[in-house]
């Protein structure tokens, strides 16, 4: 039932692995975000919107309590400092 949802502006996920979720972001949503080593294990499952990229990567950083910074050339994914 998900196959094809980018074409309505979304795409949605089941415990998928972050780097293939970071992938299809920048596919899809033509945003760039790099992620370090220690979360390359955590997964996602949720819907984003892809119609503007930078509120796609913020949304997801909310849900997944994940820092998200600027850098050159897109941004980065981190653990929150707590």
């Known amino acids: 039932g998900t196959v094809g949802e ?3 502006g ?3 996920y089941e415990s998928a692995p972050l780097p293939l979720v970071l992938a ?3 596919r899809y949503a033509a945003i760039r975000v790099s992620l370090p080593d220690e979360l390359r294990g955590r997964r996602f499952s949720g819907t984003l919107g892809i119609g503007d990229g930078k509120a796609a ?3 997801l ?3 997944m309590d994940l820092a998200l910074s600027r ?3 897109g941004y ?3 653990e929150r400092r707590r």
């Open 6 to 8: 980018w074409r309505k």
């Open 10 to 12: 979304r795409l949605s």
């Open 24 to 26: 299809d972001l920048s």
């Open 57 to 59: 990567i913020r949304d």
């Open 61 to 63: 950083s909310q849900v």
């Open 71 to 73: 850098e050159p050339g």
């Open 76 to 78: 980065r994914l981190a």
